[in-house]
């Protein structure tokens, strides 16, 4: 019985790891074994860092609203409570957004949150 090696599925499993690795730099772009590995790595990267990302906005959010907390005379953590105690339930991206684009509502904020 003739020896069968089903090219096609092969062929298109190199192309779509290659295709991947399009740009990449030197042998990793080229050939299949680097392409492979870099692609593999690359994707591991790509994983952790949609994580990451989520950390390092929150956390560009909170420095923001401290900032602009301090300049209505209030820290961090007595803003965020006054307004938990005032039943205003804003996300730090929306409060974010406000004390960098509108800062006038923010200090209303500020106003309600010493009370």
Do not use: C, H
């Amino acid at each position: 019985m003739p020896r069968a090696t089903n090219n096609v599925a092969s062929r298109k499993r190199r192309k779509k790891i290659l295709k991947a690795a399009k740009g990449y730099w030197g042998r990793r772009s080229k050939t299949l074994t680097n392409a492979k590995d870099a692609v593999t790595k690359a994707l591991q990267y790509a994983y952790r860092d949609r994580r990451a990302r989520k950390r390092e906005f929150r956390r560009l959010w909170i420095t923001r609203i401290n900032a602009a907390a301090r300049l209505n005379g209030l820290s961090y953590s007595a803003f965020m409570n006054g307004l938990k105690k005032n039943n205003i339930e804003l996300n730090r991206k929306v409060l974010a957004e406000l004390a960098v684009n509108n800062p006038e509502t923010f200090a209303k904020l500020a106003e309600v949150a010493r009370q």
